[in-house]
C-alpha cells in the first residue's frame, strides 16, 4: 500500500464543521475501485458504470 503522502487532498472543506470534501475519482485511482480500512478491517469503495458509489465489506 502507499504511503500517507500519496493520498489525496480534500477538493474543499465544508466550513460549518470542517468536514473534509473529497472527490471519488481521486480516491478510486484506477478507475474501479479502492480500498479504505478502518479499525483493521478492509472495505471496498467502487463506482459503477452509471456513476454510482458502494461500499463494501
Known amino acids: 500500500m502507499g504511503v500517507m503522502s ?3 487532498k ?3 472543506v465544508e466550513p460549518s464543521d470542517g ?8 480516491l ?3 478507475g ?4 479504505i480500512t ?5 472495505y471496498t469503495l ?3 458504470r452509471a456513476g454510482k458509489l458502494i461500499l463494501t465489506k
Open 6 to 8: 500519496d493520498l489525496p
Open 10 to 12: 480534500p477538493v474543499a
Open 19 to 26: 468536514t473534509a470534501i473529497y472527490d471519488a475519482r481521486a
Open 28 to 30: 478510486v485511482t484506477n
Open 32 to 35: 474501479v475501485k479502492a480500498l
Open 38 to 42: 478502518l479499525d483493521g478491517q478492509i
Open 46 to 48: 467502487r463506482i459503477t
